[in-house]
């Protein structure tokens, strides 16, 4: 069973509102993961952590920042929120060694009016 | 850079069938291989990973994959599918003792099992 946690699990939202999607990991890992998913697409990493106050950009552009400010918790937050940013959004977490495995939340499906 | 292709989007299959999903990845040195698999509702989890030695790896509930380095290729099979083995399946690939922030996923493969 994963021991990473997502909410919301699902967020409609006007334009223009600012939002903040919660990951938690209780697993104690150092590096930490965001990706977006759309419908039939691949997951593309958007950000990711290697331990508190790290933060970088993934593969993917993306207007949402993130922070890093406790080991257990990875925030990512849109500051006003667009149509185009109606995606799902996955949190994985990973321990130091390169070969440990990749754990997943369930995901934020967000949707954006 | 690398990149995976699951050529089948979508497979439906009746219990006690056969599987193989296709992988193939585009990346001109040593990998690491993954399979991660999604039921309905649940997260993604890992079903089984390549990183060294026999290129047949066995994984969780029945599955394999078979890495064959002359084909870029990295197929999912499983001899007899159950209903529960409904699911979207991933193909993932990340350059060779790199972490997952170089880990390139497929589009995925939903396979629906008809009981």
């Known amino acids: 069973e994963a021991d990473i946690y997502q909410t919301p699990r699902y967020l409609v939202i006007g334009t223009g509102k600012k939002i903040t999607l919660e990951c938690s990991q209780t697993m104690g890992h150092d590096k930490m993961y965001w990706y977006q998913q759309d419908p039939g697409m691949e997951l593309h990493l958007i950000h990711y952590s290697y331990g508190v106050n790290s933060t970088e950009k993934g593969d993917l552009s993306s207007e949402s920042t993130v922070s890093r400010i406790r080991t257990e918790h990875f925030p990512l937050t849109l500051e006003s929120a667009r149509p185009s940013h109606t995606s799902q959004y996955l949190c994985a977490s990973s321990g130091v060694s390169y070969n440990s495995p990749l754990h997943f939340g369930n995901g934020t499906r967000l949707t954006v009016t | 850079a690398q990149s995976v292709s699951q050529h089948n989007h979508h497979v439906i299959l009746s219990e006690a069938a056969s599987l193989e999903l296709g992988c193939n990845y585009s990346?001109?040195?040593?990998?690491?291989l993954f399979w991660y698999v999604q039921y309905p509702g649940q997260h993604l989890q890992l079903l089984l990973k390549y990183f060294s030695g026999d290129p047949l790896v066995k994984g969780i509930k029945g599955f394999e994959a078979e890495f064959i380095k002359s084909k870029f290729s990295f197929n999912l099979r499983k001899p007899s599918v159950q209903w529960s083995d409904t699911a979207e399946y991933f193909c993932a690939v990340t350059p060779l003792n790199t972490g997952f922030q170089k880990l390139v996923f497929g589009t995925g493969t939903r396979l629906l099992v008809s009981p």
């Open positions: 990346y001109g040195g040593t990998v690491n």
